[in-house]
């Protein structure tokens, strides 16, 4: 009679399935919320242009 004290496998296989899948979709759903609602996302500056080769034509001209 020990044996009906144990829960069957089939329930313990069932349980852990259902564990995984709960996991899984709160890590979809982090990762979707993430992606759409970048709230971390830092303020950008505006480029420097005073510097480098950003002025440079890239057509060379007769010097």
């Known amino acids: 009679m020990a044996d009906d004290k144990d829960p ?13 899948v709960v996991l899984l979709t709160l890590f979809g759903l982090g ?3 993430t992606a759409k609602f970048d709230s971390y996302k830092p ?13 440079d034509s ?6």
């Open 8 to 20: 069957k496998f089939w329930v313990t296989v069932l349980k852990l399935v259902a564990g995984a």
């Open 43 to 55: 303020a950008e500056a505006p480029p420097d242009t005073s510097w480098g080769i950003t002025k």
């Open 31 to 33: 990762l979707y919320y």
């Open 58 to 63: 890239p057509i060379r001209g007769n010097r």
